[in-house]
């Protein structure tokens, strides 16, 4: 694609990768057939093609409108346009740029951006998410059904595997994980400590920053990854071989930290150094899954998340290892669409975020599973608000069968 980008953005590092991606594109309209957007809405304008083409004719100078920040908006991040386009636009990135451009020209309504720095500020806090949590659950009698049925039942955190082994990784703990289900890191640090590996927390890590970042506060954001890095910096330098993530959604943004670093003299090399030792539990568990022992059959049905599948690229990484151990996977129909999640935009995006989730868990229980086993804990929550089959984390479900 032809591009004229305009003075204002032309030299900045912003306007250059921005250019360098919409080069890419050729207007081929692959990426359509994959994107849950425009599969439920028609228009063209809630396609990556058509958000691709209003982020251009923003960069080459033309107005910004509602319009603009309306079709961005609904735009999931999930990212199966870049899985699907034969040319590697790299539209996440680009939607990235486009947004935070977009957050600059185009004021939000005064109750909109108090409501988005309540979910900033409340989501992003452990303890007041979890104070948030315990109240949730204590009056859930006086909530309406729709709201109640979006807070998730107290799971036992399971037992930690003590820290005996010379293997060494560190655990990101996350901002709601921690409270919603602990059991998650808990069961890692017991399939790891079966393969020789000590998991550990830094206690002073929290959010990585992706709840910020994707409300369009990117440079807030950036406090959260530096205080990471400064967190598990001293960890690093004792010869921790990995930082562990469970939430494939947290992965996908440590996974980042460099790239968004890259201009920052104090933190480039070591947010370059982090982003490199980071790795989904999956990873870390294909290496060494052939000393895993065999579980009992159960019939699971995995959902792969977006972030683990179009995010990190790590399709079919889960879905091995399970088989590999003994799980019968049911087949799943459309695993390539998102089930609605996707951070805050199960709250900001209603209407279209529970058509998807419907349709998700349709395709998750038509095999008839025992159990639904996902790798991101945002779309745990979501699909078990509406699915009648019990829902894990794939994790959780090797840690309590091995
Ligand atoms: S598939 Fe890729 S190259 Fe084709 S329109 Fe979509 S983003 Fe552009
Ligand atoms: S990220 Fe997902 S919702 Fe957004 S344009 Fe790409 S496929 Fe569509």
Not at 210 to 221: D, G, I, K, P, R
Request: charged share 20%; glycine share 6%.
């Amino acid at each position: 694609m032809q591009t004229q980008l305009a003075d204002w953005i032309r030299a900045t590092p912003e306007g250059v990768e921005a250019e360098a991606i919409l080069r890419k594109c050729v207007h081929c309209g692959f990426c359509l057939a994959t994107c849950p957007t425009y599969s439920l809405l028609g228009d063209e304008l809630d396609s990556p093609r058509g958000r691709i083409y209003l982020m251009k004719q923003m960069l080459e100078g033309a107005p910004v409108t509602e319009r603009t920040q309306l079709h961005l908006d609904r735009c999931l991040t999930c990212r199966s346009c870049e899985t699907t386009c034969p040319s590697g636009v790299e539209y996440g990135r680009l939607v990235d740029i486009g947004r935070d451009l977009v957050e600059k020209k185009v004021p939000r309504p005064a109750l909109e951006r108090a409501r988005r720095w309540l979910m900033r500020h409340v989501l992003s806090s452990r303890p007041l998410f979890g104070a948030a949590l315990a109240l949730g659950r204590a009056f859930k009698f006086l909530l309406p059904a729709s709201l109640a049925k979006k807070i998730p039942e107290r799971r036992d955190a399971g037992a930690w595997a003590e820290a005996k082994h010379a293997r060494r990784m560190l655990a990101l703990a996350g901002c709601v994980q921690p409270s919603m289900a602990p059991s998650i890191n808990a069961a890692a640090s017991r399939v790891l400590d079966r393969l020789g590996i000590a998991l550990v927390e830094a206690p002073s890590a929290g959010c990585c920053g992706a709840v910020t970042f994707h409300l369009n506060e990117q440079q807030e954001a950036m406090a959260f990854v530096k205080a990471n890095i400064d967190a598990w910096w001293p960890y690093v330098e004792q010869g921790a071989e990995a930082i562990v993530i469970t939430a494939s959604g947290c992965g996908t943004m440590v996974k980042e930290y460099g790239h968004m670093l890259r201009g920052d003299a104090a933190y480039a090399q070591k947010a370059a150094r982090i982003a490199a030792l980071a790795k989904d539990v999956s990873e870390v568990i294909a290496a060494e899954r052939s000393r895993l022992p065999k579980v009992p059959a159960r019939r699971v049905a995995f959902h792969s998340p977006c972030s683990l599948q179009h995010g990190l690229k790590l399709n079919g990484v889960v879905e091995s290892i399970l088989r590999e151990v003994g799980y019968e996977l049911t087949p799943v129909p459309d695993a390539h669409l998102c089930c609605g999640s996707a951070g805050t935009y199960s709250i900001l995006q209603q209407d279209l975020s529970q058509r998807l989730l419907e349709s998700k868990v349709k395709a998750l229980e038509s095999g008839a599973p025992t159990v639904i086993a996902t790798a991101n804990i945002g779309c745990l929550a979501h699909i078990a608000s509406a699915a009648s089959t019990p829902i894990v984390h794939w994790i959780e479900l090797m840690g309590s069968d091995l």
